[in-house]
């Protein structure tokens, strides 16, 4: 399909403000916008996430990614793509960066072999721009929310999983901003919009 939308992904540990920034900069387009969830989205992404959110499995780090993996795919393939080609900016809460972060880094597997297991379900398809929304793990976890399996392994994976977006962020500057999302939810929407707005102005230029 041919792309004509901006591809805007968000991206950080647990509670760090994404599914809120990602609705609220959504809601700031309006109807020239579309927004999506990782896992989810579609109807066999929502399965694949309540299986690996679930705190009673116990998937190895391979399955795990694998997992992640699919569920991405039909997303690409079902909404980001089709979302795309109407010319829509799709804001995205979390995507392959995740996985490289969390699979690649924090459970060992390598950032280089998740990134072929992802590129045989998604392609080359890369964000035009990813926010890092970056909070101290000790303050996300202050945080209210339901705690899933990634949360109940503790600050531990939190920090790791923190040091690799921010390693992310560091090989591509281009496409990566950095955001201190430990600050009021109105700040940070506030800084995260104006970026998107650099980038929808800078594409429309290209």
Request: net charge neutral; hydrophobic share 45%.
């Amino acid at each position: 399909m041919r792309r004509l939308g901006l591809f805007v992904t968000l991206e950080g540990i647990d509670r760090s403000g994404k599914s809120t920034q990602a609705r609220l900069l959504a809601e700031a387009l309006g109807h020239s916008a579309l927004a999506v969830r990782e896992p989810g989205g579609t109807e066999l992404g929502e399965r694949v996430r309540g299986l690996i959110k679930d705190p009673s499995t116990a998937p190895s780090p391979q399955a795990e990614a694998l997992l992640f993996a699919a569920a991405r795919s039909q997303l690409v393939s079902e909404r980001v793509e089709p979302g795309l080609a109407e010319g829509l900016t799709v804001v995205c809460d979390r995507f392959l960066d995740s996985s490289l972060a969390y699979q690649g880094v924090a459970r060992g597997l390598g950032v280089d072999a998740v990134r072929a297991i992802n590129r045989f379900g998604i392609g080359d398809l890369a964000p035009d721009l990813t926010l890092l929304l970056d909070i101290d793990p000790l303050v996300a976890g202050r945080r209210a929310g339901e705690v899933d399996r990634f949360e109940a392994e503790g600050l531990r994976l939190q920090r790791k999983v923190r040091d690799a977006f921010r390693e992310l962020a560091r090989a591509e500057p281009g496409r990566w901003r950095i955001i201190e999302a430990g600050r009021d939810e109105a700040l940070v929407h506030a800084e995260a919009l104006e970026l998107m707005k650099e980038a929808l102005a800078a594409s429309r230029s290209a």
